[in-house]
């Protein structure tokens, strides 16, 4: 086994064992306040609420520990296995451009197969035992479906392009590459409210109302530009609730789930409206979407660089040719999206960090655009209680998985604003 080959392996192995010892941490943490609701908490849930929340924490970490661990052997097979190169040697279309990106599709469909029972099973299975699941098997499949179709309508021809510029701009192909990457996002994101959302959801503007009022006049006085507030049903999927604005200028609008409307009162979904315009106004998803376009210039250069590595190549036993030809760099493509979740594991807590302090800070936006901080406060409670949000998680395990803070850090937070 070549070198590098054991390197990868000795990460995901790596990876999968902490995300066990994490999970492991998580749940004993969880357990040990399980007998009766933590003082700080007596306000949010009764003890049998907060009971089905700890028993819905355990099962979705223990389920959690299963698909880690298939996932993991999956990847190691397909890595090791000389399956891929096996893969691309017998695709008997050639190695065109149209080739190379029907087989990276065709690759990448094939890799999410596995994973299907395992979503099946958390919606059906998990999210049915404790409430939340309101979607049918039909409309599963079809969402499914759909997602498909979506890849291959807009995914495809962005794989066709992308391996296009490999040959038409020599060694600055990456450069080419990650800029039509980026457009494409943006172009995605501006159009994904009146185009792709749509067929998902049903979006509904709110109804006239002093609700209706309330949100106006707070987009209004915190110089939030909107023109349309609109409904969306979530409940047709699942009892879980949201709420965020999505969108460029005239086609910037604010989203809010059916089911956040009917869990809270009229000041605590103008709270939680607050805080999501409060990451407008504090440039937070500009500076996560500069973050995200600064990713994908370093991914591909990444890609670039590796895909003139033979060590790189022979170590999962492809056969490195040089020269700018899409055959030659699909390997180097494939290889480096199938590892890059591993890697991207150990900078999570960093991430989460600087995810959490935007959190903190578009709590006190909301804080002052409300001028109270009860109203958010009250609306945080209950999201957590009707979400059967775990209020204890070990501080280790929700450094590497939780964006947001605890309910208790955002109290704490919201009670020392000034």
Known sequence: MQLFAIIALV????????????????????????????????????????????????????F??????????????????????????????????LAMASFLFVTGIALSIPGLPFAW??????????????TSTKMWIVDRLKGLLLAALLGYPLLVLVLKLIEWTGASWWLWAAAVVVAFQLLVMLVAPAIIMPLFNKFTPLA????????????RRTGFPTRSIEVMDGSKRSRHSNAF?????????????????AQLTEPEVESVLAHEIGHYKKRHIIKMLSVSIAGVFVAFAAIAWLARQQWFYRAFGFEHRAGFAAANVVPAILLFALLAETLGFWFSPLIHIWSRRFEYEADAFARVAMGEKQSLIQA???????????LTPHPLYSGFYYSHPTLLEREHALQGSA
């Open 380 to 390: 945080l409670r209950k999201l957590s209680e009707k979400n059967l949000s775990n």
């Open 208 to 219: 006239e109302g002093d609700l209706r009022g309330r949100l106006f006049a707070l987009a």
């Open 11 to 62: 990460l995901i192995l790596a990876r999968t064992v902490t995300e066990l010892w994490l999970s492991r941490l998580n749940q004993c943490h969880v357990r040990a306040h399980r007998d009766e609701v933590p003082s700080a908490f007596r306000g949010v849930m009764d003890e049998s609420t907060y009971r089905r929340s700890i028993d819905y924490t355990l099962a979705k970490n223990r």
């Open 121 to 134: 099973y958390a919606q059906f299975k998990i999210e049915e035992r404790f409430g939340f699941n309101t």
């Open 245 to 261: 604005f999505t969108g460029f200028g005239r086609f910037r609008k604010i989203v809010l789930f059916d089911t956040l409307i």
């Open 64 to 97: 959690g520990n299963i698909v880690n661990v298939f996932d993991a052997l999956v990847l190691i097979a397909v890595l090791l296995s000389g399956l891929l190169p096996w893969a691309l040697g017998k695709f008997g279309f050639g190695t065109s451009t």
